[in-house]
């Protein structure tokens, strides 16, 4: 398995199986940040290149070995907008609605000591609202239209009239609402401090920052579905 410097991280992210639990590992940003090159991705976080590739080469064929690759270049739309919709979007209602009351009991117990726990608290609370407006707008806008668009391109119906103008609309609001919520879990990263536990913390505190970095993990592998897959390759249906 070829990997080069430069390679974008989006194509990496696509092609080679396993790249993006490998890049959460190393803090490379591959939904929002897909289209640096992985020397220009090294380079902004202090990686050595040769490090990551022969990682990246490792991860790929250890997955390929183990049947773990899905490639969804090659698969319908529409299967891949029910994955991301009974995988992700369904995680991610779940999460949010069980971390918020945690992060609110743990912040009521832990206020005091930790006084990054309030912010912590209002900066989860503006990606709940975001995450949960977003993903209703593509379950009952975007995701419709292409539907119907791929089946028009099958020849199984008629195009669809877009109520938007073209995809490319709805398209750039979505990405630009996920650059919002990447700077939000980049946030709480930060003020967290990596989700590193404190040392006077209980199970509760503990689960929460767990909860939160599964929910970063997640929402990060949902929008490089979006971003890098789905979306050019709506453009380009519809075109």
């Given at each position: 398995?070829?990997?080069?410097?430069t390679q974008t991280v989006r194509d990496l992210a696509i092609e080679v199986p396993g790249a993006t639990r490998l890049f959460e590992t190393f803090g490379i940003d591959y939904c929002c940040g897909g289209a640096k090159t992985l020397g220009e991705a090294?380079?902004?976080?202090?990686?050595?290149?040769?490090?990551?590739?022969?990682?990246?080469?490792?991860?790929?064929?250890?997955?390929?070995?183990?049947?773990?690759a899905h490639d969804w270049r090659n698969e319908r739309l529409t299967?891949?907008?029910?994955?991301?919709?009974?995988?992700?979007?369904?995680?991610?209602?779940?999460?949010?609605?069980r971390i918020e009351p945690l992060l609110e009991k743990v912040r009521w117990v832990y206020g005091d000591q930790h006084s990054e726990l309030a912010e912590i608290q209002q900066v989860f609370g503006s990606l709940k609202r975001d995450l949960l407006e977003h993903m209703s707008k593509e379950e009952h806008m975007l995701f419709p239209y292409i539907n119907h668009?791929?089946?028009?391109?099958?020849?199984?119906g008629p195009k669809p009239i877009a109520p938007f103008g073209t995809v490319q609309n709805p398209v750039r609001m979505m990405m630009s609402e996920h650059d919002n919520a990447g700077e939000l879990l980049q946030r709480l990263r930060q003020l967290s401090r990596g989700f590193a536990v404190?040392?006077?913390?209980?199970?509760?505190?503990?689960?929460l920052y767990q909860a939160l970095e599964g929910l970063e993990r997640?929402?990060?592998?949902?929008?490089?579905l979006e971003n890098n897959l789905l979306f050019p390759r709506a453009i380009e249906l519809e075109g």
């Open positions: 398995m070829a990997i080069s410097a090294c380079a902004a976080t202090g990686i050595e290149v040769d490090e990551l590739v022969r990682a990246l080469e490792q991860t790929g064929s250890r997955a390929i070995a183990e049947n773990e299967a891949l907008i029910s994955y991301i919709v009974y995988r992700h979007h369904e995680f991610d209602r779940e999460e949010l609605d668009l791929e089946l028009a391109a099958e020849g199984a404190p040392s006077d913390a209980c199970i509760s505190y503990r689960s997640d929402v990060h592998q949902h929008m490089h």
